[in-house]
Each structure stands twice: as structure tokens, then as C-alpha cells.
């Protein structure tokens, strides 16, 4: 039975599930934050997982390193795989770890955001820049979500003609599920929530629920995260009809419940690569309004599973909402479509089967 070590500094509920899906075809050792893991699954019940092994570890320290090379060698895995790293210490640790370990094992990576965010996160980003492409360059296997970040892998990072054998695909599968099925209330309700950065959009969802409201068709929309836009832009929000602004940390099991109460997520993003937020969206059922940026425009069906609008463009979110708050069938449909694509092509199964095979 094949071995598999994965490393997750972040993205814990996603590597946790992937995990446990991975277990039906290999021995896991998951090395994590516990606290976070449980944190994601604070009021809600964790999936069972016999096959994987989690360990601890805050990936801040020198003695932190040495646990995760302990682990290594006890373990001994066949396939040593790294969610991609954000961050300057959890960088270095990868990029020394892939090198040692890869002169007698495989080496994977999960790259979940190909280019960085713009805002902070490009900042963040350009800081270690240096240390992610070594990382990029010496593993064996590289994992992105969707032919969009695929693209913008080979165009951004590598150098004609732009080409890379090691690189796979593989979809983000759903997180934030809640227990079992169910329909939102009368009425249309639309939900936008994660961490706010500038790349969010906010700007464009702004005047757009403003001119609805000032025409008589305010949407009973809701904002729940916490972040610098959402910090800024409180007030203006708050002043609009209908719209409610919970500016903090939200719990996953509130989120869930929020999402749930909802018709639709909004991601009225400038730029992405993949969306954690649209996965959980489509794992209750709820239909996306979001822009055609990244890899937003791999998973949403115009029509399908959710709306897709340009980025940056306020009037073009507008038509969609007013699409949408009008006909109770189209949001019906919708909803299906969305239930449907949770099912078949985010379902963590069918995504660790042809993990492993990709190995």
C-alpha cells in the first residue's frame, strides 16, 4: 500500500479531506495545524478517517523543521507532497525538505494560487519569490486547479516554449458541506463572505447594490469576513437597504448556516486562480454570480451552476442580480446545476483516485 506524507501549512479543511480520500487507496501521515483543523470543525462533525495519521506542527521553528524530518524518516512515505507554502519561514522549510527527501522519494506539490493575489498577497508574495521557484523546479509532480491556472503556470513561470511534463490537474473538491440538502427561504438572498482583500471586488459589488437600491430593487445581500476592504468599506455598505455587514471572523459552522440561508454566492473577484469560496458554495447547493477571472471560468457554467459577469464591471452585475431576483425557476435551476457539479466533478473521490494515479 503506497505511502503518502502530506504537509499542509495551510488550506487545512482541503488537506484533511483530501487526506481522508487518499486513505482509501494509501497509508496518510497529514502534518498540520491541529488547532485550525479543529477550529475548521468547531460544531460540526469531522469526517472518519482510519487510514490517515495527523501530526501537529506550527511550522514556525528550527525544532518544528526537525519534527517534520523526524516524521519523514519514521514514516518513510513514497510520495512526500506539500500544499505551496505562503509565507517566509513555512517557504525555506519546503524548499529544504524537497530537497533532501527527493533524492529517495517522490515529491509532489499543490500550487493553489499560480500568481499571487494583487494587494498584500502580491507583496507577501514577492518577498520569497526566489524560494517558490526552487520549490516549483525541484519537485517531481506539480498539481494546479484547472486548465486557467495551468496556463498561467507555464505562461507566468516558465520561459519559452513553455512546457512542463510534471504538471497535472486536479479540482478543489468541496469543503464547508453541510450535513444534508436543503432549499433556501422565499425571496432572493445573495451572500458574499471570505477574507476581504482588494482582488475581492468589492469596489464593483458597491455601486451595484447601490443603483439597484436607488431603482427599487435592493437585494437582501449579506457580507460576513473581515479584512482591510471590509474595514474600509463598512459604512457605505451599512448605508445601503437591505444589506447587513458581519465584520469578523465567522466560524465554518456559521458559514455553513449562511450559505444555506442564501440563494447564491457572490465573487465579484478582479483576479483568482481557484476559490476554497466557490467550492463551498456548490457544496450546499448555491448557485455563484462571479466574474470571468482565473479559474472562476473553469468551474462556473453561464447558465448552469451560476452566472459569470466581467470583472470590474458594475453594470454587468447589476443585469445579473436583476436576472436572478426575478425568476424564482432560474435560481431553481441553478441551484441544481450547482448541487450537480458538487457531486460529480468535486466529489474528493474521483479528484484522489486520479491523484494517485498522477503520483
Known sequence: MKRIMMIAPHYEEYAFLLSCALGDHAEVLLVLRQDLLDRDFAGRPRPAAPNVMIRHNSFRTVAEFGRLLADLR????????????????????????????????????????????????????????????????????????????????????LPMPHTDERVRLTDHGVIL?????????????????????????????????????????????????????IDRLENDFRAVPH??????????????????????????????????????????????????????SDLVEHGVNGLLVPPGDAPALVDALDMVAGDAGLRQRLRAGARRTAEDRLDWGPIAARMIGDY
Open 74 to 157: 519514521r514514516f518513510r512515505p513514497d510520495v512526500l507532497h506539500w500544499q505551496e507554502p505562503s509565507g517566509f519561514i513555512k517557504a525555506v522549510m519546503a524548499a529544504a525538505m524537497v530537497a533532501w527527501a527527493g533524492r529517495f522519494t517522490r515529491t509532489a506539490l499543490t500550487i493553489h494560487d499560480v500568481v499571487p493575489h494583487s494587494g498584500d498577497d502580491a507583496r507577501v508574495a514577492a518577498r520569497f519569490a526566489r524560494i517558490r521557484r526552487h520549490v516549483r523546479a525541484r519537485v517531481h509532480r506539480v498539481f494546479v486547479h484547472g486548465p486557467t491556472s495551468r496556463e498561467q503556470y507555464l505562461c507566468d513561470y
Open 177 to 229: 458541506a453541510g450535513d444534508t440538502p436543503c432549499e433556501p427561504g422565499d425571496g432572493f438572498r445573495a451572500l458574499m463572505f471570505g477574507r476581504m482583500e482588494a482582488y475581492k471586488g468589492l469596489d464593483v459589488l458597491l455601486p451595484a447594490i447601490t443603483d439597484m437600491a436607488n431603482r427599487g430593487c435592493a437585494v437582501d445581500l449579506e457580507l460576513a469576513g473581515s479584512g482591510p476592504e
Open 243 to 296: 444589506v447587513r455587514v458581519d465584520n469578523r471572523f465567522v466560524s465554518s459552522a456559521l458559514l455553513i448556516e449562511k450559505i444555506r440561508a442564501a440563494d447564491c454566492v457572490l465573487l465579484p473577484y478582479l483576479d483568482a486562480t481557484q476559490s476554497g469560496v466557490l467550492a463551498a458554495a456548490f457544496a450546499n447547493g448555491r448557485f455563484v454570480i462571479a466574474s470571468r477571472v482565473g479559474g472562476l
